[in-house]
């Protein structure tokens, strides 16, 4: 192998190994964020539970219910989700598909939040969300 196509081959071997280290990253943060959101909803420490939410996710909870958003997550019905079974990360994207329920995040500077959570699937038609931004 020549000299330039060597190097031509370190360098996009080293960008790949490094695109999948920054995509279980991600992965795994947005992973972390569902587990600890579902975690808030188990325990119903309401604080942590809109912490996690999205800025839209969490002013439409808040004026929907007229209230704070720890107050109108008390009248939330989302399901305990159990386990999470499957995580797909789509660029800044994410859906975690759970036993109960499915979450949808988004990646903003600050991490991994919460847009929508309590979501059913429909059959040709968009989810059903509890929770959901605009």
């Given at each position: 192998m020549r000299t330039g196509s060597r190097a031509l081959f370190t360098v996009v071997l080293l960008a790949a190994t490094t695109a999948c280290g920054v995509l279980a990253?991600?992965?795994?943060?947005?992973?972390?964020?569902?587990?600890?959101?579902e975690q808030a909803?188990?325990?119903g420490h309401k604080?942590?539970?809109?912490?996690?939410?999205?800025p839209a996710t969490r002013e439409e909870v808040g004026q929907s219910g007229r209230s704070s958003c720890e107050q109108a997550?008390?009248?939330?019905?989302i399901p305990q989700a159990g386990a999470v079974r499957h995580l797909d990360v789509y660029g800044d994207q994410?859906?975690?598909?759970?036993d109960h329920d499915t979450?949808?995040?988004?990646?903003?500077?600050?991490?991994?939040?919460?847009?929508?959570?309590?979501?059913?699937?429909?059959?040709?038609?968009?989810?059903q969300c509890t929770v959901k931004g605009r």
């Open positions: 990253e991600r992965r795994d943060d947005a992973l972390a964020t569902v587990t600890g959101f909803l188990r325990t604080e942590p539970l809109c912490a996690a939410l999205a997550m008390e009248d939330e019905e994410a859906r975690a598909v759970l979450v949808f995040l988004a990646h903003f500077p600050a991490g991994w939040k919460v847009t929508a959570a309590g979501c059913r699937p429909r059959s040709e038609q968009p989810y």
